[in-house]
């Protein structure tokens, strides 16, 4: 498997800069045409390191799957417990199908052991990592002591409802055994609107379930959110299962991640965002600026480019450097807090932020604001067994 890597790294090199070659010299259809050619290749580099299979239908990003038993189960969060959004955790995989550019669980996990055994680098796209037998080793180590004041978030790292967890209902077999083998409360976090299909076993515990779709991109913006979100469903069809959610009786909860540069940071936006889940019924709202770790600012900026959304791209990019990424977060902070003021939900905002890469002067301005804020400290490497 040595090959595997520089492999990896050099079909992604190559195509790219192609592209880009292509692109510079005003060539975009010469240019599109690589991309069945991309896929051939990504499709070769599965089968010769060991993809148990390939999903493409329905997909803007095809993807090799690769199949490993994880060794956890339910397990004590104490980073998840400072967010206030759970404080027992379980997943169904490693790395996710929807293949978020700005996704930041590569960086949480990019010396996991099974990147070197699949001969993957975390960083890449074009895979996703999944437990198919996720439910039975979940169910065979329930802890005895959970109690209805728990809360169980079904995912932190990974999706239950990404497409290569939605091909045996991983989703509805997890929550199946978490609702049935202990009394304690579960929150869904997805960014596919195929939840919903599961709503009708959620129904059965309506004070227990709490149901959130990530939602960061406006829904006029389905042309962005299909550049760096290329397999999660369109935000319109995730805020339509909120609101599918709420009428049926169960608990909600606003997930505006990330809110990038350019993109999601206006008070215009951002007064739109909180509309559309306020009146999906949430409990509470949480929201994030990008972070900037590993490749999630890179990866962004390179998929928006290829797409020809340039100004998106401009904005994205220049929070790669620290002092730019510190003011656009003290910027959108104070804007998110403004319209929660206006709209008489401050209560209800958690903005999660980490203070490490704050320059001085910013900190000291954000640390005025006595509520909307939870303050974490930088995040450490993800235990994933």
Known sequence: ???????????????????????????????????PIANQL???????????????????QPINVYERRR??????????????????????????GHQCTYCSTPSLLRTHGVFKEIGQTAFQRGF???DPDSPQRIKDSLPKYLTETDVIQLSTIDDAWSPEARRTDLGRKVMQVLLEGTPAQIRVLTKSAEVAKDFKLFAKYPHRVMVGLSTGIPPDRDDLARVIEPNASPTRERLDALKKAHDLGLRTYGMLCPCLPGVADSESVLAELFDEVLACGVEDIWT????????????????????????????????RKRNN??????????TAIEV???KKVLDKLHILLYDSSLMPEHKAELQ???QGIVWLEAEKKEDVE
């Open 340 to 342: 929660a003021i206006e």
């Open 325 to 334: 990424w510190s003011a656009y977060t003290l910027t959108f902070v104070q």
């Open 42 to 60: 990504q499709d070769i580099l599965g089968q010769a390191t060991g993809a148990s299979y390939r999903l493409t239908e329905h997909l803007a």
């Open 368 to 370: 005025k604001f006595k």
């Open 288 to 319: 994030e600026p990008v972070n900037r770790r590993g490749r999630a600012v890179v990866n962004t900026v390179e998929a928006l480019r290829r797409a020809g959304l340039q100004q998106e791209a401009d904005a994205v990019a220049l929070i």
């Open 128 to 130: 996703a990592i999944i």
């Open 71 to 96: 060794k956890d189960g339910v397990k004590q969060n104490p980073e998840f417990a400072k967010k206030g959004l759970c404080n027992y955790s379980v997943g169904v995989g490693i790395i996710c």
């Open 1 to 35: 498997m040595k090959i595997a890597v520089p492999l990896q790294l050099c079909v992604t090199k190559l195509t790219s800069e192609a592209r880009d070659y292509l692109e510079s010299e005003e060539k975009p259809e010469l240019a599109k045409q690589l991309d």
